[in-house]
């Protein structure tokens, strides 16, 4: 604008369609010394602009793919007539042809439409069927969600934390699982987690010498065991967590709980199972130890009660199960009026590790990051690019959208593994329990 001059602006908005809009900007010039028309004021000059309101894209194709390594792995690319191409990932392991099979149920309603409306196109999917989406519908939207994040941010040119709100932070501290057969073997494999940059150590609730046998009060009791040697290998600094992957009942989780504190854990992950929330009412009102629950919420509607009572001090949200980026951003601001901190749940691939990533450099409730697999060490070939990781860290990407790229060439390299593979326990008796 040259020098001296000053504009106002005013707008009116008509729809024209559902998908598209347009906007009538009033552009007011403040021009020093000059008097126009039709301002009969000294110095004013009007004139009008209509501006098209937001990109003119539409979805073109979507495709999902299992994806076979050590485990199965769902993905999702919805590509643009723009040529813009999103990557998204579900989270519901070893059921990943029923979430790919979701995707493929609510795609006619998605091609076509605008990829930015993600808000809108998150409740198409989510309350279309009339049955409101379950788990396998909810994996299934968090990985359509992801990728039409992932496209609008490429359209805007920017990575996708400045669209939640930008930089909170300048990295994000994470933390690997270290494991052993024997107490030995896991504080040496903590050893050099440590030296490689890590200040968060996590361990987990062992089962018996085969794999495949577990008892409360024996595993407990050598997962106090466990705890005790990392704390005196590791010091008062390094922060362990202690997940329990849901294998105890209350009275057990309620005894591991008081034994683990004298260790002073940073938390305990998932001491429950997650289908009665109600009972972490009892169990955190009679530990001082942190709780971080959530893994196996796949709605904000689950996480209610334990925000809003306050039953757990970590947020164990799935950005690949509860929704994608549209729900959790929700979540983690309900957490933040309850004081309750983030700590994302990320045991899947490339595309989930960067959500995760966005969503807490952009998180003022921010606590820790798991981080089982680093960028960069696997699947390197279909994801050629992937997001950036220093010594325990992650880093802001720099890349527009996610910071992700799939090359779908690759995908026949990884055929997927038949389902049921999931790891079966079994208490000494024979009767199941959860692994």
């Not at 209509?50 to 590509?79: D, K, S």
């Not at 919420?297 to 209610?304: C, D, G, L, Q, V």
Request: proline share 8%; net charge negative; charged share 20%.
């Amino acid at each position: 604008m040259p020098a001296g001059r000053k504009s106002w602006f005013s707008t009116s908005v008509s729809s024209e369609t559902p998908e598209r809009s347009s906007c009538e900007v009033t552009i007011i010039e403040h021009v020093p010394g000059k008097k126009c028309k039709p301002c009969t004021k000294r110095g004013m000059e009007i004139r009008s602009e209509t501006l098209q309101n937001g990109p003119t894209m539409q979805i073109q194709r979507i495709t999902p793919h299992i994806i076979g390594a050590e485990r199965n792995f769902l993905f999702v690319v919805i590509e643009t007539d723009s040529g813009l191409v999103g990557v998204g990932e579900g989270g519901l392991t070893w059921r990943e042809s029923a979430t790919a099979g979701f995707i493929e149920a609510v795609t006619p309603l998605l091609l076509g439409a605008d990829p930015f409306r993600t808000e809108h196109l998150w409740q198409v999917m989510f309350r279309s069927g009339f049955f409101p989406a379950g788990r396998v519908g909810a994996a299934a939207i968090s990985a359509l969600d992801l990728a039409l994040w992932d496209i609008k941010a490429q359209a805007l040119q920017v990575p996708l934390y400045q669209l939640l709100g930008g930089l909170c932070r300048n990295e994000v501290p994470c933390y690997p699982h270290a494991r052993g057969q024997t107490t030995p073997e896991l504080v040496e494999h903590a050893r050099r987690l440590v030296g490689e940059g890590y200040r968060f150590i996590r361990t987990e609730i062992r089962g018996g010498r085969d794999g495949s046998i577990f008892d409360p009060r024996p595993a407990l009791r050598l997962a106090i065991e466990d705890l005790a040697a990392l704390r005196s290998a590791l010091g008062p600094d390094i922060e362990l967590l202690v997940d329990v992957h849901t294998r105890l009942d209350p009275a057990d989780a309620l005894l591991f709980c008081n034994l683990a504190e004298e260790y002073q854990p940073y938390f305990i992950e998932d001491p429950l199972r997650c289908e009665n929330p109600d009972s972490y009412r009892r169990l955190s009102a009679r530990t001082t130890v942190p709780l971080a629950v959530g893994e196996q919420y796949s709605s904000k509607w689950e996480f209610r009660p334990l925000i809003e009572n306050e039953w757990c001090d970590f947020a164990r949200i799935d950005v690949c199960l509860a929704g994608g980026i549209t729900e959790t951003v929700k979540i983690a601001g309900w957490c933040e009026t309850h004081g309750l901190k983030l700590a994302l749940h990320n045991p899947l691939g490339p595309v989930s590790t960067a959500a995760c990533l966005h969503i807490d450099l952009a998180s003022s409730c921010f606590g820790v990051q798991e981080l089982p697999r680093v960028p960069g060490t696997y699947l390197q070939d279909l994801f050629p690019v992937q997001v950036p990781y220093q010594r325990g860290h992650l880093q802001p990407p720099t890349r527009n959208g996610l910071g992700v790229v799939i090359d779908e060439s690759r995908v026949k390299a990884y055929p997927p593994i038949p389902e049921g593979r999931c790891p079966i326990w079994r208490r000494a008796d024979g009767s199941f329990t959860n692994w």
